[in-house]
């Protein structure tokens, strides 16, 4: 994030002339990110009770939504949107004397309203390369819960909303009319947990059925790769005047 941000600093005091924004240009966009696991900043959750262990963590996901770009100046763009992210983890519940191990997933869902500011470097005639930071509030509707053979999951949020920080880097082509082609990354990262997590292993006996569950809070960071496109729009004339 510090590097991102660095980045960012560099590209806003470059020379006007190697910048370029599209002012007065308001375009629509849709996109698909998958989700990968980045547990540099985040571990999975583990847990132990006497012989029993508990663990999870995210396995990946997928992102998709739409956008919509608003070129502010020659220097800077503005965009928000509307996404819904679905993760998938993977919880894991063991038992050292009686040798039960079972791995299984669950899918945890949310929705995302974003809004970042942008700033361009030209590469080429029609290539830009592009980093944004900026924030996203983060709704979750539902809980999720799970079960297998000698156990169980039930993950509940802990707000049915939430504030996040992302940053963006990325590289696009902007075709003269066909639209805008993008391909980057983007890292997302909550200012608290995602949620809480409680597994659940069931000992049948003898001599009496035990339940032994553990609560875990799960983090919600994660980092995608981001494929979208922008429809061209012709730029509103006045706006650009008075930009320029």
């Given amino acids: ?6 980045l960012l600093f560099v590209l806003l005091t470059c020379g006007g002339a190697q910048l370029h924004a599209q002012a007065g240009v308001t375009t629509l966009g849709l996109m698909v990110k998958p989700v990968l696991p ?45 996404g819904q992210i679905q993760r998938r983890f993977s919880y894991r519940v063991t038992n050292d004397t009686s040798g039960y191990d079972e791995t299984a997933p669950i899918r945890y869902v949310g929705y995302e309203l974003p809004v970042m500011g942008l700033v361009f470097i030209r590469l080429g005639e029609l290539t830009y390369m592009s980093a944004a930071l900026g924030g996203s509030l983060d709704f979750y509707p539902s809980d999720a819960q ?7 999951i039930y993950i509940f949020r802990r707000n049915w909303a939430q ?5 963006n880097m990325g ?13 980057g990354a983007t890292y ?44 061209h729009e012709d730029p509103d004339r006045k706006r650009l005047r008075r930009s320029n």
Avoid: C, W
């Fill in 1 to 6: 994030m510090r590097r991102l941000l660095l």
């Fill in 38 to 82: 980045f547990t540099y900043f985040d571990k999975d959750a583990t847990a132990e009770i006497e012989h029993v262990k508990y663990q999870i963590g995210l396995e990946g996901g997928f992102s998709f939504g739409m956008n919509v770009r608003v070129g502010l100046t020659n220097t800077i763009s503005l965009e928000t949107g509307l």
């Fill in 163 to 167: 504030a996040s920080v992302i940053g």
């Fill in 188 to 231: 997302h990262r909550p200012f608290n947990d995602l949620a809480l997590a409680d597994l659940s292993y069931i000992y049948y006996g003898p001599p009496a059925r035990t339940e032994r569950t553990e609560r875990m809070a799960l983090a919600g960071s994660y980092l995608t790769v981001d494929i979208r496109y922008y429809f």
């Fill in 171 to 183: 590289f696009e082509f902007r075709s003269r009319k066909s639209g805008i082609f993008y391909l």
């Fill in 146 to 152: 799970g079960l297998i053979e000698e156990g169980s």
